[in-house]
């Protein structure tokens, strides 16, 4: 259904429903009425904004977003990607690609609305190195699960641990034991062989990626600064670089670790303030590359006297409860991203002098 209201030619503001086929457009004039209402097929896309004089035109970010933008930025227009959450307010109801592309035209001209950078192709496929890397590291450990699983049913049972699971690994591998004696019949060897070659495989392209990540991270002024920081690797460096493009979006390191996830959710009211669990909003990711690292650091803290971990030392001594290793970790994390944010901004490395007094 097309509903055209008004000339095309005073359209300055168009929110734009993404989908595979078929596109919402939603257009406004300069005074806020309605112009355009239509839907538009995939491949009349780039001929109607074509054929519009160069207006703002909000995107939700979302698949394939990214790319829409690059083009239509190509055509002289203005483009700002909205995160999904920050559209749902102005959903009015019955939610449908009209009411969303309205929505999105809505949320775009706000003053104080949030926005995603558009991404290049480069960068994008530096993401996807990240992604297609932590899909095979999945699939490895739902591999080396597998073979535990079928090792016990023959009463062969391993620890827990990555270590133990590919000692189980060597050990259907060789079918004989530390003494020499067969503890693994040639049958079951066959059957599981083909899970042994899938992480052979997997453990191959894992280790061609972790050198492209090195490789670039030896290249990134950035990266480098970064890796002087406790619990941060190659690859946790080279993801916070490929996802924070620009920290000038972020106010302070306490708002980038809340774009993380990593800050306790608020529930305020009546001036009374209570603080929950983290929110775990933002990139799962990176939070997770954090607080993975944290972890290490914790568990490699002796022998350091800087001021990160024995700030982490005396936090670890005043929790009492159950999980206090888990909540300093994620607390670290926390701190740990906002020396990220402090070393992105003002430049300068992670200084491991030893705390004063």
Known sequence: MVKSIRNLSSVTVIGLDIAKN?????????????????????GQLMSFFSSL??????IEACSSAHHWARSLVALGHQVKLIPP??????????????????????????PNMRFVPVRSVENQAQLMRHRAREL?????????????????EIGIVAAQGVQHAYGLKRLLADGVDANGEIVVADGVRKALAPLVH????????????????????KADDRARRLM?????????????????????????????????????????TG???????ITKMGDRYLRKLLVVGACATLSHRKGHDDALRLWADRLLARKAVKYKFKLTAVALANK???????LLTRGGEYNERPAVG
């Not at 959903?91 to 001209?109: H, L, Q, S, T």
């Open 85 to 110: 959450a920050y559209v749902k307010p102005y959903v009015r109801r019955n939610k449908n690609d009209a009411v969303d592309a309205a929505a999105i035209c809505e949320a775009v001209g706000r």
């Open 53 to 58: 004089p160069p207006c703002l035109i909000g």
């Open 336 to 342: 740990v991203a906002r020396i990220v944010f402090a």
């Open 22 to 42: 078929v596109f919402q457009v939603h257009g406004v004039d300069a005074a806020g009425a309605a112009v355009v209402a239509k839907a538009v097929r995939r």
């Open 198 to 217: 899938q992480i052979d495989a997997i453990d191959a392209e894992i280790a061609a990626i972790d050198e492209e990540i090195k490789t670039q991270v």
């Open 228 to 268: 002087t920081i406790p619990g941060i690797g190659p690859l946790t460096a080279a993801a916070i670089v490929a996802t924070v493009q620009d920290t000038s979006a972020f106010a302070s390191g306490r708002e980038f670790a809340a774009f993380l996830g990593l800050t306790p959710r608020q529930n305020a």
């Open 136 to 152: 095979l590291a999945g699939n490895r450990t739902q591999m080396l699960n597998a073979l535990r699983g079928h090792m016990a």
């Open 271 to 277: 001036g009374k303030e209570r603080l929950g669990r």
